[in-house]
């Protein structure tokens, strides 16, 4: 039974509801029959069911925007008074992405089968993380499902967006520095050869700068694959410790907090993802202690994390969190002064929740600072790169029209 679940497949169907009009959807199933099956239970007679040819259809990966689309649309589901399973059906069989049909399909079988949603979700660790199923499990404990699939469908958005904005900040000068090296092998491997063989008629000594770029060329053309290996290598070997090393991605986290500007953006969201999560599990009624595990796990910085489960370790021995937070030097005074004001008047999550909407902006004004400061800087690093390569290769050509 366990094997035939597993193995299922897209169907692309059209039925008739009760009115009879015509619906198309698309569904996960092990096969035909039992997408005729499920259809029927909803009130639909199926007319044309046809499974969906893999080859022009591949499997894609399922993304945390995928999850995080899930989380709103199921919320949605629930608030319109939409029972469980059918909001699953409903989700599932209007997404896009075949894996993540499989994925919603599977939960819903699970669930059919009489698991808990957050036990059916905890089967899936690599898409649904502990914070994700904790939460789920808090606001089914509470009976109150659907406000906590609001909360968590409102935090997989916000910090999205805080990972969209960062990834937008390095992906541009990534590529455009991606572009000048590209260029610039252009000019060296296939460009500078032929200057090279005008050059060699002239029967005069070329400028020390032409010299040194034509060296350059030879040097690239003969054993560029020296430099393109130890550049994979570099690359390989970074994300390999990086993951399978804790004191290297320490090392790594650490050094990015002191970078100039790319570090007060790292902080800054560290510390909007630490006051996003930590008000989204107190507001659902998660213990203290316990919430700061999975808030420790989703900063996704390793110095704050190994920071706030030091707090943890010190709130469980009944230490405050204010003075907890004060002992790491990690966050600032402001920040602490929050949580403090929170403590007090028992209001932790709303404090939090400010605190994380300040940072999230901080984080968007700093993240489109970086990118007014970068751009024109990128495009004097192009300007030089390919104009001194130009200028090199027209240094003969000047002197010896100055000769003339």
């Known amino acids: 039974m366990a094997e035939t679940a597993a193995k299922q497949h897209p169907f692309n169907w059209v039925a008739k509801d009760v009115r009879g009009a015509q619906i198309k959807g698309k569904s996960m199933a092990a096969n035909e029959a039992a ?3 499920t259809l029927r239970r ?9 499974k969906q040819s893999q080859l022009f259809n ?21 608030a319109a008074g939409i029972p469980l399973v059918q909001a699953f059906d409903i989700v599932g069989a209007g997404h896009e992405n075949p894996s993540m049909q499989k994925l919603i399909m599977n939960i819903k079988q699970d669930i059919e089968g009489g698991l808990t949603l957050a036990e059916a979700l905890a089967k899936h660790p690599m898409q649904f993380d502990d914070l994700f199923v904790n939460l789920v499990n808090a606001g089914e404990q509470a009976g109150a499902l659907e406000t906590l699939l609001d909360k968590v ?15 937008k900040a390095l992906t541009y000068p990534a590529a455009v520095v991606g572009v000048a090296v590209i260029v610039t092998a252009i000019l060296l491997i296939y460009v500078i050869p032929q200057f090279e063989s005008l050059f060699q008629g002239f029967g005069a000594d070329l400028p020390t700068f032409t010299r040194t770029v034509v060296n350059l ?17 570099g690359v390989w070997s970074f994300a390999y410790f990086r993951k399978r090393s804790r004191a290297f991605h320490r090392l790594i986290d650490r050094i990015t907090l002191r970078l100039p500007i ?14 996003r999560t930590l008000s989204t599990m107190f507001a659902a009624g998660v213990p203290l202690v316990e919430a700061l595990e999975s808030v420790a796990g989703a900063t996704g910085n390793i110095v704050y994390q190994e920071g706030v489960l030091g707090i943890r370790e010190e709130v469980a021995t009944g230490q405050r969190l204010q003075r907890s937070m004060e002992m790491t030097d990690l966050f600032p005074n402001m920040v602490i002064q929050m949580v403090a004001v929170g403590e007090e008047s028992g209001s932790l999550d709303e404090m939090t929740g400010k605190v994380a909407d300040f940072y999230e902006a901080e984080v968007d004004a700093a993240v489109d600072s970086l990118s007014s400061l970068l751009e024109p800087m ?13 200028v090199a290769m027209y240094l ?9």
């Open 262 to 275: 790319i570090g007060d953006i790292m902080r800054k969201a560290a510390i909007a993802r630490f006051s």
């Open 378 to 390: 990128i495009m004097s690093i192009l300007g030089v790169l390919v104009g001194g390569l130009v």
């Open 153 to 167: 469908a409102t935090y997989k958005e916000k910090t999205e967006a805080i990972k969209k904005k960062i990834k």
């Open 396 to 404: 003969p050509i000047f002197k010896m029209g100055s000769v003339i």
């Open 42 to 50: 909803q009130g639909l007679v199926p007319t044309s069911i046809r």
């Open 217 to 233: 060329s030879l040097f690239v053309r003969t054993k560029g694959w020296i430099i393109v290996g130890i550049v994979a290598a």
């Open 35 to 37: 997408v005729r099956a």
């Open 58 to 78: 591949p499997q894609k990966k399922i993304t945390t925007e995928d999850i995080s689309i899930f989380s709103r649309q199921l919320a949605t589901m629930m």
